[in-house]
């Protein structure tokens, strides 16, 4: 259990500071959505909200220049997460992989200790992952799933393993049919991610647990 947890936290504190191959629809067929995920909108209203957090996050810290001029391409960055949200979570569902509250509040607690309480933690977040103090949980809850996808499917530390979730996160990526606002540019399901939109989670979360995060 103690491994499980060091393994959830050593992506968290890595994770998000994360050739177009669909014909997108965009906003003429979807108007209002930034994203069309298995038929699910994710409104861009609801973008932007995110975009708005962290933006205030990052005005109200010591470093605002610096992390703001560090995220220049937030919406995208943003727009990016929430889409791998829905693959994560089609995953994690058809293995029939849950996360309980208690795990979720336990992970919390340990990654606050790890970097010394809840406001460093969350300034961690905010400065290497764009992620706003309310969003914290989302980034915790996917963490934890992706480290019970890579357990039950007995993904280990080496390039066959990395392949292996590639290909697992992959296939679900394609069974979506995501189909994304041009202004925000194309999914790419090799890559697992928006565009040329640099999310290094395959990396991560096949890294040695005890490892020290990327970037931190």
Not at 48 to 74: H, K, M, N
Not at 115 to 135: K, R, S
Request: proline share 4%; with cysteine.
């Amino acid at each position: 259990m103690h491994r499980r947890r060091r393994t959830a936290l050593s992506v968290s504190a890595a994770l998000l500071v994360a050739a177009p191959l669909l014909t997108a629809c965009g906003g003429d067929a979807h108007p209002g959505a930034a994203a069309v995920v298995g038929g699910d909108r994710i409104e861009t209203a609801a973008l932007q909200a995110q975009v708005r957090d962290v933006r205030s996050a990052q005005e109200a810290s010591p470093q605002a220049e610096q992390l703001i001029r560090a995220t220049g391409d937030l919406s995208r960055e943003k727009l990016n997460g929430m889409i791998f949200d829905r693959v994560v979570e089609k995953v994690a569902a058809e293995a029939g992989i849950t996360v309980s509250r208690k795990e979720l509040r336990q992970t919390r607690r340990d990654a606050a200790r790890q970097y010394g309480g809840e406001e460093q933690l969350a300034a961690m977040l905010l400065q290497q992952q764009g992620t706003a103090p309310g969003e914290i949980d989302g980034v915790i809850r996917r963490n934890v799933l992706m480290n019970k996808i890579a357990e039950k499917h007995g993904v280990t530390n080496s390039p066959e393993g990395q392949k292996k979730l590639t290909d697992l996160f992959g296939a679900a990526s394609r069974d979506l049919g995501i189909d994304v606002n041009p202004r925000y540019g194309t999914w790419d399901h090799d890559r697992i991610q928006l565009g040329r939109y640099q999310a290094p989670w395959l990396r991560q979360v096949t890294e040695d647990p005890g490892a020290a995060p990327a970037g931190a």
